[in-house]
Nanobody, 124 residues
Framework: QEPLVESGGGSVQAGGSLRLSCAAS????????VAWFRQTPGQEREAVAT????????YYVDSVKGRFTISHDNRENTVNLQMNYLKPEDAAMYYC?????????????????WGQGKQVTVSS
């Protein structure tokens, strides 16, 4: 059983919106750091947004500020990434990651759990 199960994503025209969800499978988000990363072929993986479930603090990479929102849904036990005003340069494989250490939200590295990835395609 995969610890993180992603859903959502897909294809949209530039300016449109998509939503990604990352469900904790068989466990509950509590004081975890959860992050969304993205990667395109030949490029390094980039951290897009993080949220610390224990306190609610968030981080966004500059390129998505004002357009993307990361949130935790306690009832659904998911961490969601709402992506608005999408641009072609947002197209990538998106991965969620989680770790029980709050430190991960500071260094944004060395996450223990990873999702399988969801493709986001944005056409111009």
């Amino acid at each position: 059983q995969e610890p993180l199960v992603e859903s959502g994503g897909g294809s949209v025209q530039a300016g449109g919106s998509l939503r990604l969800s990352c469900a904790a499978s068989g466990w509950y988000y509590t004081r975890h750091c959860v992050a969304w990363f993205r990667q395109t072929p030949g490029q390094e993986r980039e951290a897009v947004a993080t949220i610390y479930i224990g306190g609610g603090s968030t981080y966004y990479v500059d390129s998505v500020k004002g357009r993307f929102t990361i949130s935790h849904d306690n009832r659904e036990n998911t961490v969601n990434l709402q992506m608005n005003y999408l641009k072609p340069e947002d197209a990538a494989m998106y991965y969620c990651a989680a770790d029980g250490s709050a430190e991960r939200c500071r260094i944004i590295a060395d996450f223990n759990y990873w999702g399988q990835g969801k493709q986001v395609t944005v056409s111009s």
